[in-house]
């Protein structure tokens, strides 16, 4: 529909039809001008050093298949199946490492190739070669700006599912035995994920009915009072909920850091190893079973 | 009223319903320990499961709660923190190590206990 629609629009208007054909006659300058073109534009590719990640068959049968896009995209004026085959490009292109300014380049040149041939083409009249860059000129814009996009969506969409899939994978709560949890936390804890930490092992502490949790930070590198101060909050919002926290896999340098930035520990329960923070963690729900049979002393 | 207040033992089991206005925290405060001193409670257990919100003035009054209450000489537990009420507690920057939590009433009985039993054992 919406297609339909911007093509009405296009060739309503006298000027517009004019320019209709002459872009008719521009794409059949670029289909019978093909083989030519497309191996300057590769030439060009090549010299800029562009998309070194792949040989150069690779990437004249993908600039190739471009170009067939690119000039289908000029005669109908719709942009879909391009979008669509930008977006299946940038898939495949993007795990090998192609930058963001190498497609954009590539666009680029391809409409300077073109342009320049058409410049070559109407070289003799030049009324004439104004009217068909004003029918080229927003067309090929548009191309480039669709192309660009296309490849820059689909890198953002990797991103971001990259991310969802790290913070899902980056908080896992683990039920060790009933009512003890183990919450490791491995990377870099910011603000956000320290959030998320917390909620998901609030929530945990709830459904399990957890009475010790040992909180392993072995895998985390650095620590500065920022992070410091999620842990603490973690530790004590655990605490209100009803749930004792220890804090294991302190390493040397940590330990150290959090000694000079005079952090308060003497509120913390912590433990060399994870192994030590288990044993203690039976201790503590050790009593809890002595007081829960208050005749067995 | 919105605090049901019950006897079970040497422990009061306060139970908040609904949503407190500030003057009712503090009429709470007051006649919890009243009824404390009345009762010679050795414990209290203050369940706020009802509470969607627990801003720093009802923090604090549970602070001081608990506070006073150890000055009688019994032990406050708060129980039924709900998780966002945690994360929100924990932001106002108020020290909340004086409030004693845990995560249901049998939980506040089990912790009253042994927390009674190891301050008599400390004064031996």
Redesign the interface.
């Known amino acids: 529909m919406d297609t339909e629609a911007t093509k009405t629009a296009q060739s309503s208007g006298a000027g517009d039809e004019i320019n209709d054909r002459l872009l008719n006659e521009l794409v059949g300058h670029l289909r019978s001008n093909r083989k030519a073109l497309t191996e300057e534009w590769v030439g060009r590719v090549t010299e800029e050093q562009l998309l070194g990640v792949m040989t150069s068959e690779e990437i004249f049968s993908e600039l190739t298949a471009v170009y067939d896009n690119y000039v289908d995209a000029l005669e109908t004026g719709s942009v879909e199946t391009l979008q669509a085959y930008a977006r299946d490009l940038s898939e495949r292109i993007i795990p090998r490492g192609v930058e963001t300014h190498e497609v954009v380049g590539i666009v680029l040149l391809l409409r300077d190739v073109l342009a320049r041939s058409l410049f070559v083409k109407y070289e003799g009249d030049g009324e004439l070669l104004n009217q068909v860059l004003d029918a080229y000129e927003p067309a090929a814009n548009r191309i480039a700006v669709t192309v660009s996009v296309s490849f820059v969506e689909e890198r953002e969409r990797v991103i971001r599912e990259q991310q969802e899939s790290i913070q899902e994978l980056s908080t896992p709560v683990l039920q060790v035995r009933e009512r003890l949890l183990i919450l490791p936390i491995i990377g870099v804890l910011d603000s956000q994920r320290a959030r998320q930490l917390t909620e998901q092992l609030l929530q945990a502490i709830r459904t399990n009915r957890a009475k010790v949790v040992v909180v392993d930070i072995t895998g985390v590198a650095a620590i500065d009072l920022t992070v410091a101060n999620h842990l603490f909050h973690t530790i004590e919002a655990s605490r209100l909920m009803g749930a004792s926290v220890i804090v294991t896999g302190l390493s040397s340098r940590i330990a150290q850091t959090l000694v000079d930035l005079d952090v308060d520990l003497s509120m913390i329960k912590t433990v060399g190893d994870l192994q030590g923070g288990l044993e203690e963690a039976e201790l503590l729900m050790g009593y809890g079973s002595a007081g829960a049979n208050p005749a067995d002393d | 009223m919105s605090v049901l207040i019950s006897r079970q033992g040497d422990y009061l089991i306060a139970s908040v319903v609904s949503d407190l206005s500030d003057s009712q925290v503090v009429a709470l405060r007051s006649e919890l320990i009243d009824r404390a001193c009345a009762l010679r409670a050795r414990g209290i257990i203050l369940d706020v499961g009802g509470l969607d919100v627990i801003d720093s003035f009802v923090a604090r009054s549970l602070r001081s709660i608990a506070l006073t209450m150890r000055l009688r000489g019994a032990e406050t537990v ?2 039924g ?1 709900r ?5 929100a ?3 106002f920057d108020l020290d ?2 004086p ?1 004693h ?4 009433i049998d ?1 506040a009985f ?2 009253l ?2 927390r009674i039993e190891g301050n008599s054992e400390d004064e031996r």
């Not at chain 2, 939590?101 to 249901?104: E, K, M, V, Y």
């Open positions: 708060v129980v923190i998780p966002e009420v945690a994360i507690m924990v932001q909340l190590v409030i939590a845990a995560l249901d939980e089990l912790l206990e042994h």
